[in-house]
């Protein structure tokens, strides 16, 4: 709400008043993209100047006008700001073997939408084999921000390897239970610099993210011919300020994991595609 407030009136005629917005509230996207034009008449009765009418006359954005004795009250709808965090998991290597056709291959939309375009086909391994696994953390929201704890899931018939050293570099703890594994990575506590870890929001063209890192071992004891589907998820995200923040279309911590006997064939309705978004 913009309120221009008491305006001395001294004569008659038309004036003409310009409200610019030159920074949006905290937590607020800009939303007056030019400036908004009020035209303001001003009268002579009962021996006394005052207005008549307040008009805007290039109306933008759902702004609405009052009039109240000489007072002026620009009504504009805000936006505010939002957090959206998203995390891609890939296969980078096996044993030495690098792979780089699971990096997905982003498309962005004329109307900003995005998509992340990556084979699903399943990587051949064998027992003993070491795969690394990338997670990436794109920022697609409009705050910048820190995924502060990541998650990963790990299926039976791959072994997490605690003294590896990507493993330790990239600081994964694992759960008393053993199914999973979680860092810190990421977090603002964890930065080196200030702003290190930070992903940036996005600006319509450029999609900022940070990756993480896993190396898992194929037992021995895996079943031949079975697929190991590895899942991850943000378990912790911070704003700019390291406060807690809502993500716009997910919440942390709250991934279902398929039971042992559904999650080999997760979406695999996906994997006949070259490529699919998401």
Same mark, same amino acid.
């Given at each position: 709400?913009?309120?221009?407030?008491?305006?001395?009136?001294?004569?008659?005629?038309?004036?003409?008043?310009?409200?610019?917005?030159?920074?949006?509230?905290?937590?607020?996207?800009?939303?007056?993209?030019?400036?908004?034009?009020?035209?303001?008449? #001003?009268?002579?009765?009962?021996?006394?100047?005052?207005?008549?009418?307040?008009?805007?006359?290039?109306?933008?954005?759902?702004?609405?006008?009052?009039?109240?004795?000489?007072?002026?009250?620009?009504?504009?709808?805000?936006?505010?700001?939002?957090?959206?965090?998203?995390?891609?998991?890939?296969?980078?290597?096996?044993?030495?073997?690098?792979?780089?056709?699971?990096?997905?291959?982003?498309?962005?939309?004329?109307?900003?939408?995005?998509?992340?375009?990556?084979?699903?086909?399943?990587?051949?391994?064998?027992?003993?084999?070491?795969?690394?696994?990338?997670?990436?953390?794109?920022?697609?929201?409009?705050?910048?921000?820190?995924?502060? #704890?990541?998650?990963?899931?790990?299926?039976?018939?791959?072994?997490?390897?605690?003294?590896?050293?990507?493993?330790?570099?990239?600081?994964?703890?694992?759960?008393?239970?053993?199914?999973?594994?979680?860092?810190?990575?990421?977090?603002?506590?964890?930065?080196?610099?200030?702003?290190?870890?930070?992903?940036?929001?996005?600006?319509?063209?450029?999609?900022?993210?940070?990756?993480? #890192?896993?190396?898992? #071992?194929?037992?021995?004891?895996?079943?031949?011919?079975?697929?190991?589907?590895?899942?991850?998820?943000?378990?912790?995200?911070?704003?700019?300020?390291?406060?807690?923040?809502?993500?716009?279309?997910?919440?942390?911590?709250?991934?279902?994991?398929?039971?042992?006997?559904?999650?080999?064939?997760?979406?695999?309705?996906?994997?006949?595609?070259?490529?699919?978004?998401?």
């Amino acid at each position: 709400e913009i309120n221009i407030g008491q305006i001395a009136v001294t004569a008659t005629g038309t004036d003409t008043i310009t409200i610019e917005e030159t920074k949006a509230p905290d937590g607020y996207e800009k939303i007056i993209t030019a400036p908004i034009t009020v035209q303001v008449t #001003k009268v002579f009765e009962n021996n006394t100047y005052k207005m008549s009418d307040a008009v805007i006359t290039n109306a933008q954005n759902g702004a609405d006008i009052s009039l109240s004795g000489n007072t002026i009250t620009v009504t504009v709808e805000n936006k505010a700001k939002y957090f959206d965090l998203a995390l891609r998991k890939f296969i980078t290597a096996v044993d030495d073997t690098e792979i780089t056709n699971r990096i997905p291959q982003l498309s962005i939309g004329e109307d900003g939408n995005i998509d992340y375009n990556h084979t699903k086909e399943p990587v051949e391994v064998e027992n003993g084999n070491i795969v690394t696994y990338t997670l990436r953390i794109y920022n697609e929201g409009m705050m910048a921000g820190y995924a502060s #704890k990541v998650k990963d899931d790990v299926p039976d018939g791959l072994e997490f390897l605690p003294d590896n050293e990507i493993n330790q570099e990239y600081r994964w703890v694992l759960s008393e239970d053993g199914t999973s594994i979680e860092t810190d990575y990421l977090s603002k506590e964890q930065e080196q610099t200030e702003g290190a870890n930070l992903i940036k929001a996005f600006d319509g063209t450029t999609l900022s993210y940070k990756d993480v #890192k896993i190396v898992c #071992k194929v037992k021995d004891t895996a079943e031949f011919g079975k697929k190991l589907t590895n899942l991850a998820e943000i378990t912790e995200a911070k704003d700019s300020e390291g406060n807690d923040v809502i993500d716009r279309d997910s919440e942390t911590n709250n991934m279902q994991v398929p039971s042992d006997e559904e999650l080999p064939n997760y979406k695999d309705d996906e994997i006949d595609k070259d490529y699919v978004p998401g």
